[in-house]
């Protein structure tokens, strides 16, 4: 939020605009019974406003019955929503930028399950909202659920490329030399692991990976980049980075627009 602010400040400088900034204060105070309300703390009368929440940011805390509670998407959300109302009926238009989609990880349904993220997309746009901006939505298939309301999937790929480039200028995106993922935006050549799982058991809420089984060109010699949407322990990036080393890759770069590590650390 500082990082858009501070364009915002600059761009509305070259326009003839002096503030200091854009950001206006709000908070979601909670009673000591758990109940919370959201306060937004100037008028925002006829503005376009932008809510920005990360759904994923578990080191929020509060407390309660003097218990440290950490915030959960359900709490982010919740959150959100009493923002929503109390700017409803006086701002011009409401948008939310939300970098990871809540309810997002679900990309399929089996039979007597709840599908949280259309749900709550339909939500926000019961409420008002007019647009929605998410960072590589791990199924972007779910803007069907709001198909008459902006919704815009931003990929991080010109960001990671950019930020590569920076840590190491040496690279070359020669299709001869370098497989990456992006191949469709570098015209480079494609390598791909997919994950052969065990669909008779059941391990922590999901199948457990057998394999990760290559197909590709030989990668000896050659630097190779691993992209995926989500680390939750790191388990796949770590044995999919071991399998490409036996396979002679001489540098492995590893990236992730989620590294969450949610299962440890360890």
Same mark, same amino acid.
């Given at each position: 939020t500082n990082l858009i602010d501070k364009h915002l400040v600059r761009w509305a400088s070259e326009a003839g605009y002096q503030t200091d900034s854009f950001i206006i204060e709000s908070a979601c105070p909670r009673f000591q019974s758990g109940d919370a309300k959201g306060l937004v703390k100037e008028s925002v009368r006829g503005d376009d406003i932008f809510i920005v929440v990360d759904p994923g940011n578990y080191s929020v805390t509060y407390k309660l019955f003097n218990y440290e509670n950490h915030l959960s998407p359900d709490d982010h959300f919740a959150n959100l929503k009493r923002l929503?109302?109390?700017?409803?009926?006086?701002?011009?238009?409401?948008?939310? #930028?939300?970098?990871?989609?809540?309810?997002? /990880?679900?990309?399929?349904? =089996?039979?007597?399950? $709840?599908? *949280?993220? +259309?749900?709550?997309?339909?939500?926000?746009?019961?409420?008002?909202?007019?647009?929605? #901006?998410?960072?590589?939505?791990?199924?972007? /298939?779910?803007?069907?659920? =709001?198909?008459?309301? $902006?919704? *815009?999937? +931003?990929?991080?790929t010109y960001q990671v490329l950019k930020s590569l480039l920076k840590k190491d200028p040496t690279l070359s995106f020669d299709k001869e030399k370098f497989n990456m993922y992006f191949s469709s935006v570098l015209g480079c050549n494609l390598g791909m692991f997919y994950k052969r799982r065990d669909y008779t058991r059941v391990v922590n809420g999901r199948n457990p990976i057998v394999a990760h089984e290559y197909l590709g060109e030989s990668v000896e010699g050659k630097t190779v980049f691993i992209a995926d949407d989500i680390i939750a322990s790191g388990e796949s990036m770590l044995e999919v980075a071991s399998n490409l080393k036996q396979r002679g890759a001489a540098n492995i770069i590893a990236n992730a627009t989620f590294p969450l590590f949610t299962s440890g650390l360890e």
């Open positions: 929503i109302q109390a700017v409803a009926g006086k701002a011009h238009r409401v948008s939310v #930028i939300m970098p990871s989609l809540y309810g997002g /990880r679900q990309h399929r349904r =089996v039979v007597r399950e $709840s599908l *949280d993220c +259309a749900v709550a997309l339909q939500e926000l746009q019961t409420m008002g909202v007019r647009n929605i #901006i998410t960072f590589d939505a791990h199924d972007p /298939r779910v803007q069907n659920a =709001v198909p008459l309301m $902006s919704f *815009d999937n +931003a990929m991080p």
